[in-house]
T-cell receptor, first 115, second 114 residues
Framework: AQSVTQPDIHITVSEGASLELRCNYS??????LFWYVQSPGQGLQLLLK??????LVQGIKGFEAEFKRSQSSFNLRKPSVHWSDAAEYFC?????????????FGGGTRVLVKP | DAGITQSPRHKVTETGTPVTLRCHQT?????MYWYRQDPGHGLRLIHY???????DKGEVSDGYSVSRSKTEDFLLTLESATSSQTSVYFC?????????????FGPGTRLLVL
């Protein structure tokens, strides 16, 4: 069975500082990997995804993530955080099957941005 | 925006009453999903559909049923609501592009069972 762990429940970062959110997954084959962001009271917005190819993927809002197969990780980074990045971030792993791609989510990391 | 709407957006109900949540999509997607979101658990899959009248269970399907009588609508029913089903429910569709499947989510329905 696939699983996703986000070790940090909360992270506080100063505006302008860099941000890294950790994601570790367990999956028996090559995974599909995703990062979603959720602002308070809102739905989930896709930040970026990895299917294959280049292990460093670029997303929206200046985010990037790196797939490291040897470490079973897909960490999310942003070089300079803006106050609007305060939100909850979810890592997810998917497995493509003929009957749909069921996602397994991590528990989420809540990011607080200090002025 | 993947053309997904959910109704109602908020609902308060009492234990033991039936509740139906609706997910509507406008772009003819084949795959649709229902998830619930609870603190510390991220999102967990309840049921999914891979076509009209074709559905299957997810990780947390007990106490829930679904129906899909037409492509655009995917209904989630709580036959007899319990307080443990208080949650935020998200519908999603799956879109194939760039060599993989990506899920896009609706705005959510916040359900409180008293």
């Amino acid at each position: 069975a696939q699983s996703v762990t986000q070790p940090d429940i909360h992270i506080t970062v100063s505006e302008g500082a860099s941000l890294e959110l950790r994601c570790n997954y367990s999956y028996g084959a090559t995974p599909y990997l995703f990062w979603y962001v959720q602002s308070p009271g809102q739905g989930l917005q896709l930040l970026l995804k990895y299917f294959s190819g280049d292990t460093l993927v670029q997303g929206i809002k200046g985010f990037e993530a790196e797939f490291k197969r040897s470490q079973s990780s897909f960490n999310l980074r942003k070089p300079s955080v803006h106050w609007s990045d305060a939100a909850e971030y979810f890592c997810a792993v998917g497995a493509f099957k003929a009957a749909g791609n069921k996602l397994t989510f991590g528990g989420g990391t809540r990011v607080l941005v200090k002025p | 925006d993947a053309g997904i709407t959910q109704s109602p957006r908020h609902k308060v109900t009492e234990t033991g009453t039936p509740v139906t949540l609706r997910c509507h999509q406008t772009e003819n997607h084949r795959y649709m999903y229902w998830y619930r979101q609870d603190p510390g658990h991220g999102l967990r899959l309840i049921h999914y559909s891979y076509g009209v009248k074709d559905t299957d269970k997810g990780e947390v399907s007990d106490g829930y049923s679904v129906s899909r009588s037409k492509t655009e609508d995917f209904l989630l029913t709580l036959e007899s609501a319990t307080s443990s089903q208080t949650s935020v429910y998200f519908c999603a569709i799956s879109e194939r592009a760039q060599g993989g499947e990506t899920q896009y989510f609706g705005p959510g329905t916040r359900l409180l069972v008293l």
